[in-house]
């Protein structure tokens, strides 16, 4: 098993960053890749990064350029940077880990992953 929490979200005006974390612990070893992904309301879970074992990561167009995932193996910790906010970035950003073996799976989509953490509110005033 693992537990992510995430932590880093709140209240910024448009243009800000913020810099949202995800604490993995338990069987950590286990994990493949960790990926970002957004609900607004009203609106499906979306997906805004992800970054594998390697540090291979992947990033929608809608989101290229201002979003950056990394990763601390050390501390189990992955990492959302985000730049630039806009208005429309408001939602529940949630973390969420794969345990997969190999590379060949589609980080993009939700049911690749096995672990997702509670989410973190992020709000973006105009």
């Known amino acids: 098993q693992v537990q992510l929490v995430e932590s880093g979200g709140g209240l910024v005006q448009a243009g800000g960053s913020l810099r949202l974390s995800c604490a993995a612990s338990?069987?950590?070893?286990?994990?493949?890749?960790m990926g970002w992904f957004r609900q607004a309301p009203g609106k499906e879970r979306e997906f805004v990064a992800a970054?594998?074992?390697?540090?291979?990561?992947y990033y929608p167009s809608s989101v290229k350029g201002r979003f950056t995932i990394s990763r601390d193996n050390a501390k189990n910790t992955a990492y959302l940077q985000i730049n630039s906010l806009k208005p429309e970035d408001t939602a529940v950003y949630y973390c969420?880990?794969?345990?997969?073996?190999?590379?060949?799976?589609?980080?993009?989509?939700?049911?690749?992953?096995?672990?997702w953490g509670q989410g973190t509110q992020v709000t973006v005033s105009s």
């Open positions: 969420a880990a794969f345990r997969g073996i190999g590379y060949n799976w589609d980080y993009t989509a939700p049911v690749t992953y096995d672990y």
């Open positions: 338990g069987s950590t070893f286990s994990i493949n890749a």
């Open positions: 970054i594998r074992w390697d540090s291979i990561t």
